[in-house]
């Protein structure tokens, strides 16, 4: 009875229909005008703007003919040594002296360059075959170096020709970052003996395709005739020496920036 008599109460009372309709809070009405606002601003953004990103590889400065590694075509002991490692050699020089059975025979370049690590030393026996120098081929102290970049495969493809370089050179670091630009890609990841064909370290090799393959990124040296190591750096002047070959460094490569909408476009 309690029930039906509240019923009919609420059935006796006239309708409110005089009173204002309250939607929202004015807290709500804020919330909605801020959300709306953040939407249109990101939906501009997405078409208009632009989002850059670097790719960071390790790597190493060096002369775009690479290396090779000696080896003596004879067996015998090393009795002469006529070449230091950092010593420039033209093609046919005689680096080694090695005494055979049939006599005396010279262990000679194969091409012009630069030695970069003299393994065979005076008393040293030697078998054919065996490593006794590896040989960086440059013909002058003039050749431009590079920056070889060793990209994993998974991001290779997104490095553009002629994109900018950062680099860093670990003994350099406190004169800033070398610059430079990319002047190709390679075609395919390098296995670890590739690498080493080319660097004449296999050492090297190991610690750049550590994880797999990589693909290898040459990157062009900006020159400066205003600094001591005839290249640019981010600052002024540069270290206050030359730059030497087979030193190690680091890159970041800038790639093509991007426009947020893109990431959604199929």
Same mark, same amino acid.
């Given at each position: ?64 003919? &690479? ?10 002991? /090393? ?27 010279? /262990?000679?370049?194969?091409?012009? &360059? ?65 610059? &430079? ?86």
């Amino acid at each position: 009875m309690q029930f039906r008599q509240q019923a009919l109460s609420k059935l006796q009372s006239p309708e409110a229909l005089d009173l204002p309709v309250r939607l929202a809070r004015p807290q709500g009405l804020l919330v909605l005008a801020v959300t709306l606002v953040v939407m249109a601003a990101s939906a501009v953004w997405a078409v208009t703007g632009s989002v850059s990103s670097t790719l960071k590889a390790d790597g190493i400065l060096t002369y775009g003919q &690479g290396s090779y590694v000696l080896q003596t075509p004879v067996t015998g002991q /090393v009795t002469g040594v006529f070449v230091r490692e950092g010593q420039r050699v033209r093609a046919d020089a005689p680096l080694l002296k090695v005494r055979t059975e049939q006599g005396d025979r010279a /262990v000679r370049a194969i091409e012009a &360059g630069r030695v970069t690590a003299l393994v065979a030393r005076i008393g040293a026996v030697v078998t054919t075959g065996a490593d006794v120098a590896t040989v960086e081929r440059t013909g002058s102290a003039r050749d431009p170096l590079v920056a070889m970049l060793y990209v994993p495969a998974t991001g290779a493809g997104t490095v553009p020709a002629g994109a900018e370089v950062d680099l860093t050179v670990p003994q350099a670091r406190q004169y800033g970052m070398l610059h &430079g630009t990319v002047k190709a890609v390679g075609r395919g990841a390098q296995t670890r003996r590739q690498v080493a064909d080319l660097l004449g370290d296999a050492d090297l090799a190991g610690q750049f395709t550590r994880g797999g393959p990589r693909v290898p990124v040459l990157v062009k040296l900006t020159r400066s005739p205003a600094t001591k190591s005839g290249y640019a750096w981010s600052t002024p002047d540069g270290p206050p020496y030359a730059l030497t070959s087979m030193t190690l460094a680091s890159g970041a490569v800038h790639l093509a920036e991007q426009r947020p909408i893109d990431w959604l476009l199929p």
